[in-house]
């Protein structure tokens, strides 16, 4: 069974950092595409930024120059560098993978964590 299984997220005050690991647990192969997503209640979840294997990176218009995505390969987990914060990024983020190989030849198309909440004090 693969999970992804996320942490680091709490409280921050405005103007401060969190960082958020996620890692992929289980028989995996090949982990592609990692990304954050966050949502809050009653709203769509959104993409805050995403990584594929090779490290190229994406980032929404809302986090671009206070986030930093970033990944290691070998461990099969994926970060998220949060600075600059701001109240609102408060968020439940969710951890997310569009495909994983593994070992004994499956694919798994669209898993998610657990979601980890993230507040900002103002």
């Known amino acids: 069974q693969v999970q992804l299984v996320e942490s680091g997220g709490g409280l921050a005050q405005a103007g401060g950092s969190l960082r958020l690991s996620c890692s992929v647990s289980g028989d995996t192969f090949q982990v592609n595409t990692l990304g954050w997503y966050r949502q809050v209640s009653g709203e769509q979840r959104e993409l805050v930024a995403d990584?594929?294997?090779?490290?190229?990176?994406s980032y929404s218009d809302s986090v671009k120059g206070r986030f930093t995505i970033t990944r290691d390969n070998a461990k099969n987990t994926v970060f998220l560098q949060m600075n600059s914060l701001k109240a609102a990024d408060t968020r439940v983020y969710y951890c997310?993978?569009?495909?994983?190989?593994?070992?004994?030849?499956?694919?798994?198309?669209?898993?998610w964590g657990q979601g980890t909440q993230v507040t900002v004090s103002s």
């Open positions: 997310h993978c569009d495909r994983i190989l593994t070992g004994g030849g499956l694919t798994i198309d669209e898993t």
């Open positions: 990584i594929t294997y090779d490290g190229d990176t």
